[in-house]
Nanobody
């Protein structure tokens, strides 16, 4: 089955930047899609950015203009460049992949598939 490993979390002051990476393996289909989720203690999981099966980048309003999602040409490595970080961005960040990708907006619908173990991002004020 698909395996996903996230790296790149850490602690940063407000206004700083971090880049998260997610490396996937054992994919079966090329028509896959990805989502970065985050979850803070006591809060619901939030889909913050994703790449659809046709390669389109999607963003939640909370991160639009600050975060950039990308995948490499082999579609096995996902990145999330996070700029101008805010304390409210503090959360555990998870990479998830559907292989193959289902239908519908990947940031809104239930996302099925595989998930990594997560990487912590902490932003101090």
């Amino acid at each position: 089955q698909v395996q996903l490993v996230e790296t790149g979390g850490g602690s940063v002051e407000a206004g700083g930047s971090l880049t998260l990476s997610c490396t996937g393996s054992r994919f079966t289909y090329s028509a896959r899609c990805w989502v970065w989720f985050r979850q803070a203690p006591g809060k619901e999981r939030e889909a913050v950015a994703g790449i659809s099966r046709d390669g389109a980048a999607l963003y939640a309003d909370s991160v639009k203009g600050r975060f950039t999602i990308s995948q490499d040409t082999s579609k096995t490595r996902l990145s999330l460049q996070m700029n101008n970080l805010r304390p409210e961005d503090t959360a555990m960040y998870y990479c998830a992949a559907e292989d193959p990708c289902g239908v519908g907006n990947i940031l809104i619908r239930t996302f099925h598939g595989y998930r990594g173990q997560g990487t912590q991002v902490t932003v101090s004020s």
